[in-house]
């Protein structure tokens, strides 16, 4: 990552393997970090999230640091 560090999305999947593998601390960090930044699509990092989340949970991927991310941009945004 630190080859392309324009590549964004990159991040947001690195969040998504720490927070999957329970990486709590370092998922929040990442997405702490980059929480008002817009992707290289033209979207928000909090509407990203939002909706990977969302198709995690139809997955069955339901677990607590979602919800706890998610709350964090509401009241960020």
């Known amino acids: 990552m630190s080859y392309q ?3 964004l999305w990159l991040e947001l999947v690195h969040a998504h393997i720490l927070m999957l593998t329970a990486r709590k601390t370092d998922a929040l960090n990442i997405h702490r970090r980059n929480y008002t930044r817009t ?3 033209g979207e928000a ?3 990203s999230i939002s909706a990977d989340f969302a ?3 139809e997955a069955g991927y339901n677990i607590p640091i979602m919800d706890e991310i998610e709350r964090q941009f ?3 945004d």
């Open 45 to 47: 990092w909090g509407a």
């Open 39 to 41: 992707m290289d699509n």
């Open 74 to 76: 509401a009241r960020n």
């Open 55 to 57: 198709v995690l949970r």
């Open 5 to 7: 560090t324009d590549w």
